[in-house]
């Protein structure tokens, strides 16, 4: 059974930083690629960002381009988010997510597997 579990969350000021990271477990990580995505109260889950199944490859959506970056080590089986110059509306339920195969992707639709998801808390 395939497991993600998010970590790093937590709440911090405006112009700070936060690094969230994703254990996989249950199924061979170094294959598929991953994402983040994002649900504020009230909203619909987003793209964050994505990254192909070997690291090489990756995208991100307009809103956090130049602050966010994607990671991933096949080694550890972890997927990491590193968020910096964080805003208020950047202020989400953040998910890891697995992707049925192994290219970068932005559709919600393409990721078969889910984790429980961790807050980030952005003050002004």
């Known amino acids: 059974q395939v497991q993600l579990v998010e970590s790093g969350g937590g709440l911090v000021q405006a112009g700070g930083s936060l690094r969230l990271s994703c254990a996989a477990s249950?199924?061979?990580?170094?294959?598929?690629?991953m994402g983040w995505f994002r649900q504020a109260p009230g909203k619909e889950r987003e793209f964050v960002a994505t990254i192909n199944y070997s690291g090489t490859t990756t995208y991100y959506a307009d809103f956090v381009k130049g602050r966010f970056t994607i990671s991933k080590d096949n080694a550890k089986n972890t997927v990491d988010l590193q968020m910096n110059i964080l805003k208020p509306e950047d202020t989400a339920v953040y998910y890891c997510?697995?992707?049925?195969?192994?290219?970068?992707?932005?559709?919600?639709?393409?990721?078969?597997?889910w984790g429980q998801g961790t807050q980030v808390t952005v003050s002004s």
């Open positions: 997510a697995m992707k049925r195969g192994p290219s970068a992707g932005t559709l919600r639709s393409d990721y078969a597997y």
């Open positions: 249950g199924r061979t990580f170094s294959i598929y690629a």
